[in-house]
């Protein structure tokens, strides 16, 4: 008991919001880390995800890859690309792109797939383009799954860049790592209770994102949708959720 | 007029779907493909707007090669309607039909007004027009389908098992509707089913499939109930089993209409001559009076 | 190659280690699981409760939750029960979904025609239920099985030893090779973790068509003759 008191001490002490080490300044960067990671990911892994669910090409490769990445060891890769790379921002960013790939291109491809092929196929009888297929059915229909995968990679960001902070970097990491050799518990308990704070809400805000992208049609239609759907496709899916974009490390 | 000479279609894993049809399907005619499942009859639906195109053969629209022209375009020109409706989930029953003259381009406001009447035309209700696709039935939303399939106005329209997945009750209606809205537009429709009760409600033309995609004959329904090639086409309209032989019995003032297993399949209907009627029971065409009653 | 051949020994310790971190919370967390799948997939209203819990278990950092572990269970900062438990939580957190999906994708019809010819409700679970929800458990557990032992490592940092320990010793004398061995060993427990999972299901479940963790779901006739039976 006396340690919780004392990390909720050490949050609200105010020298704590002042400087380079201010727990402002620790948050913005954790998230600033986080969004960049993101942002460099879902250039790679969204248009390859699109192309591997829109053509169902390249299937093969885009599950093995994620599942590969998956048994690696993150503290590893970060702390061998760091000694590879150098120290600074470079490495860990590289390593955490390389981690943030699987979640967002499963998500990607395995929401295309989920897509019901009859709606595809009618969408091409109809008389769509290849790019009207994707843009007016797939994407829309499989908003909320592609949503799903960016919030698996993003939890998994928070979470490696806070081990990451084992280098010399900024992010809320910092005060664990700082806190380790001197034994500073209650600076260790803050820093873990403000990562898990985040995570928290950053995994809050992307479901509520995905209720929003998810189409009112799809949202009145679930129950006749489901259903239709048979039970091995019903098993199918529960394992797509599970199998592909779940992210390995946090 | 659609004509298809020597057509055959092989799949990459080397089953053989249709092989080497020749065929024509008549302007403003109804055209129904029937047979068993794995007869290739979808196939030979999907080659007409090229949906998938054939190994061999070629296949003409109104003189046209399909071939030569662009896919996208083609299929927007043709209407085309599948089972389980093929609607799209996140948009709207009047968005659905309106699907293909706005992708052809024109206006969404005058698009969609043109959706409202064409739910007129296939007896929905137009308090519908907002939903989704997943709050309606199973039969409003194959009408939509029906709907979506003739909103650009083809002249082809290409039906593939459109009421196989709606109650029967339900389909029953949906039939006569068809057949109703046929005799209005004067369409021609190519229109897949296995089931041959079906085929011969709505068919002006029926092509019965064996398995492998050979087709079996082609006639009218008159002809292929009177004159059945072989024994497969035979017990594929049900003549052999009897199903379709009906013979009077009972006493002259009250006669009663039973098949060959002696199931009684109804009455005559007031005013019909049974003389008449009992020389007409062996080919009954869709117009017979008997038949209603034993379908 | 040559440190390798020098610390054969200290390798090997640290890789027999982290096997007895790894083995421990996917074990945990896959009976603890079934018992609560079963409940979400009977109780509606518990389903939505248990499946939220798992999910924000599930969103929570593994270091933060190493590093909170003490203060929840009163150990010692160097305990490794620290790190089992709180990969047990994991494990369960992630089983529960699954083991509730596999439970309600069991065909209806067979569960009716089970009770029909008189299965109990215990021994239709036990012989009807739970062998169908199989394929789905075990793809789950391979999951499980893969990042818990990846995530094992990160507890070097808290003091639990594992082949974790070759990446902080690598770093700290700025030795590469260290930590591309523990890498290896890591990747190379969670294959083996797999081999023998794979293997278990096979044995176990002799009927079931080898079902590859993730299938192409477009070939819906395949899909058909690989599941539906």
């Known amino acids: 008991m006396n340690q919780l008191f004392a990390t909720f001490a050490w949050l609200l002490d105010p020298a704590h919001y002042a400087g380079p080490d201010a727990i402002q300044v620790r948050v913005g960067e954790q998230v600033e880390y986080t969004l960049l990671t993101l942002l460099l990911a879902s250039i790679i892994a969204l248009p390859a995800g699109l192309a591997i669910g829109h053509t169902g090409r390249g299937r093969t490769l885009g599950v093995q890859i994620p599942a590969v990445l998956r048994a690696l060891p993150t503290l590893g890769l970060v702390i061998l690309l760091a000694l590879m790379v150098g120290l600074g921002l470079?490495?860990?960013?590289?390593?955490?792109?390389?981690?943030?790939?699987?979640?967002?291109?499963a998500g990607a491809y395995s929401g295309l797939e989920s897509v019901d092929r009859e709606t595809v196929d009618a969408a091409r009888a109809l008389g769509m383009t290849g790019w009207q297929v994707l843009w007016k059915v797939e994407i829309p229909l499989s908003l909320s799954l592609i949503t799903g995968g960016l919030r698996s990679a993003a939890l998994q960001a928070v979470a490696t860049w806070t081990i990451a902070a084992i280098l010399p970097l900024g992010g809320l990491g910092r005060y664990i790592f700082d806190a380790l050799p001197v034994q500073d518990y209650p600076k260790m308990l803050a820093g873990s209770m403000l990562v898990i704070a985040l995570a928290l809400v950053t995994d809050a805000l992307f479901a509520l994102l995905q209720k929003v992208v998810t189409p009112p049609g799809v949202r009145a239609g679930r129950a006749s949708l489901v259903r239709a759907k048979t039970t091995h496709s019903h098993a199918r899916a529960a394992l797509f959720r599970h199998a592909s974009f779940i992210r390995n490390e946090r | 007029m659609i004509e298809f000479r020597s057509v055959t279609k092989q799949f990459p894993d080397g089953t053989t779907a249709v092989d080497n049809v020749s065929l024509v399907f008549p302007s403003r005619k109804t055209t129904v493909l029937v047979g068993s499942s794995g007869s290739g009859k979808t196939t030979m639906l999907r080659m007409i707007n090229r949906m998938v195109d054939p190994t061999s053969g070629s296949i003409e629209i109104d003189g046209e090669r399909v071939s030569t022209l662009d896919p996208v375009k083609l299929r927007r020109s043709i209407g085309y309607v599948m089972q389980n409706s093929g609607l799209l989930p996140h948009r709207t029953v009047v968005d659905n039909i309106a699907t293909v003259p706005v992708l052809r381009g024109i206006k969404k406001?005058?698009?969609?007004?043109?959706?409202l009447r064409l739910m007129d035309t296939v007896g929905l209700e137009r308090a519908l027009a907002e939903r989704y696709p997943g709050q309606l039935s199973g039969g409003q939303q194959q009408r939509v389908g029906v709907a979506r399939g003739l909103a650009a106005d083809p002249n082809i329209l290409l039906m593939d098992e459109p009421f196989g997945a709606v109650d029967p009750i339900v389909r029953a209606e949906l039939q006569t509707e068809l057949v109703r809205l046929q005799r209005e537009l004067d369409k021609t429709i190519v229109f897949v089913t296995h089931d041959i009760d079906e085929a011969f409600l709505i068919g002006d033309q029926i092509v019965i499939f064996r398995p492998g995609g050979i087709v079996a004959q082609i006639g009218s329904p008159a002809d292929i109930l009177a004159n059945p090639v072989d024994a497969f086409v035979a017990s594929f309209v049900g003549v052999d089993r009897g199903k379709r032989s009906l013979h009077l019995e009972g006493t002259p003032e009250t006669p009663v209409v039973v098949d060959s297993e002696g199931r009684v399949a109804g009455v005559l209907a007031a005013g019909s001559n049974p003389l008449l009627i009992a020389e007409a029971v062996p080919q009954p065409g869709a117009g017979a009076p008997a038949q209603g009653a034993a379908t | 190659?040559?440190?390798?051949?020098?610390?054969?020994?200290?390798?090997?310790?640290?890789?027999?280690?982290?096997?007895?971190?790894?083995?421990?919370?996917?074990?945990?967390?896959?009976?603890?699981?079934?018992?609560?799948?079963?409940?979400?997939?009977?109780?509606?209203?518990?389903?939505?409760?248990?499946?939220?819990?798992?999910?924000?278990?599930?969103?929570?950092?593994?270091?933060?939750?190493?590093?909170?572990?003490?203060?929840?269970?009163?150990?010692?900062?160097?305990?490794?029960?620290?790190?089992?438990?709180?990969?047990?939580?994991?494990?369960?957190?992630?089983?529960?979904?699954?083991?509730?999906?596999?439970?309600?994708?069991?065909?209806?019809?067979?569960?009716?025609?089970?009770?029909?010819?008189?299965?109990?409700?215990?021994?239709?679970?036990?012989?009807?239920?739970?062998?169908?929800?199989?394929?789905?458990?075990?793809?789950?557990?391979?999951?499980?099985?893969?990042?818990?032992v990846s995530l094992v490592s990160v507890g070097a940092i808290v003091g639990v030893d594992s082949v974790g320990f070759l990446f902080l010793n690598g770093f700290q004398r700025a030795f590469p090779e260290e930590i591309l061995i523990g890498i290896i060993a890591s990747v190379l427990i969670a294959f083996v973790f797999d081999v023998v999972l794979v293997l278990a299901g096979r044995v176990l479940m002799p009927w079931a068509p080898v079902l590859r963790s993730r299938e192409h779901p477009r070939g819906l006739m395949t899909e058909k003759t690989v599941i539906g039976q």
Do not use: C
């Open chain 2, 109 to 115: 406001k005058e698009a969609r007004q043109r959706s």
């Open chain 3, 1 to 148: 190659m040559t440190w390798l051949w020098a610390n054969l020994g200290l390798v090997w310790q640290l890789t027999l280690d982290h096997v007895a971190l790894s083995v421990p919370p996917i074990i945990l967390g896959f009976l603890l699981a079934l018992p609560l799948g079963w409940l979400a997939n009977r109780h509606q209203p518990s389903r939505g409760v248990l499946l939220s819990i798992g999910g924000v278990l599930y969103a929570i950092p593994s270091l933060p939750l190493f590093v909170m572990m003490p203060l929840i269970l009163g150990t010692k900062i160097l305990d490794p029960i620290n790190v089992v438990v709180a990969l047990s939580i994991y494990a369960l957190a992630l089983m529960v979904r699954v083991a509730s999906d596999a439970l309600a994708a069991v065909d209806t019809d067979v569960i009716a025609s089970s009770t029909a010819i008189g299965y109990s409700d215990w021994s239709r679970f036990w012989r009807v239920e739970l062998p169908l929800a199989g394929p789905v458990l075990l793809a789950g557990l391979r999951v499980v099985s893969v990042s818990t």
């Open chain 1, 90 to 105: 470079l490495a860990p960013l590289i390593a955490l792109v390389i981690l943030a790939i699987p979640p967002i291109l």
